[in-house]
């Protein structure tokens, strides 16, 4: 006597094999409805921000984090609630500084008790410099003689630790497509030479700035 061997039929083998499809279809689907949902938040940043500028300047006529008169348009009630600048027409500080004394650091306490825009007002609390949400910091700083990258415009805007597969997305949205030209770049560092297309690898961290 003979048993007959047990197993899966081609039928059965097939139905397997699709359910496996929609799986790894739906997992794949998952993860690049996440990646654009990071894309459109990094990109927001880079609106956002420049629009601070705009919004403080329509309301008090002075640049945040440059305004001499910040005290009195702020918080004449509280005076030792924030610092003047110098007035001197330009966001002072790299785009990255942490010092209370910088203009590119009064920038956040200014908009935000200008009610511009949320998150801490003391320089000294937990969370008061802002981060991207790959958590990378973001900041802005005036162009002068020697902007990150080389970026054209009044301002540079810049937001650190973005992956390359999103810089690529990012430029491509704001710009040429090509981050070593144009009006959006990114590099390794903000101090170093922007990158070029070929050069970026998906999963390093970039600093992205974009000129305005």
Not at 69 to 88: D, I, M
Not at 105 to 112: A, N, P, S
Not at 127 to 152: C, H, K, Y
Not at 160 to 183: C, M, S, W
Request: contains cysteine; negative net charge; glycine residues 12%.
């Amino acid at each position: 006597m003979h048993r007959k061997a047990a197993g899966f039929t081609l039928v059965e083998i097939a139905i397997v094999l699709v359910i496996i499809g929609l799986l790894l279809s739906g997992v794949l689907k998952g993860q690049e409805l996440i990646n654009s949902a990071k894309v459109k938040s990094l990109a927001q940043d880079f609106r956002t921000v420049p629009a601070f500028i705009y919004a403080y300047q329509d309301k008090f006529r002075a640049l945040p984090g440059d305004d001499s008169r910040a005290v009195s348009h702020l918080c004449a009630a509280a005076p030792g609630c924030t610092a003047a600048g110098n007035a001197n027409g330009a966001i002072d500080g790299t785009w990255d500084s942490s010092a209370a004394g910088d203009e590119s650091t009064l920038f956040w306490q200014h908009i935000r008790l200008a009610n511009l825009a949320s998150g801490p007002t003391q320089i000294t609390a937990a969370g008061f410099l802002p981060v991207n949400s790959e958590g990378g910091r973001i900041g802005i700083q005036s162009a002068g003689t020697t902007p990150p990258f080389g970026v054209p415009g009044s301002y540079a805007m810049c937001s650190a630790g973005i992956a390359g597969k999103f810089v690529r997305q990012l430029d491509t949205t704001f710009d040429d497509g090509n981050p070593e030209t144009g009006t959006m770049r990114a590099g390794t560092s903000a101090t170093g030479a922007p990158v070029a297309e070929a050069s970026l690898v998906d999963g390093a961290a970039y600093v992205v700035c974009l000129g305005v």
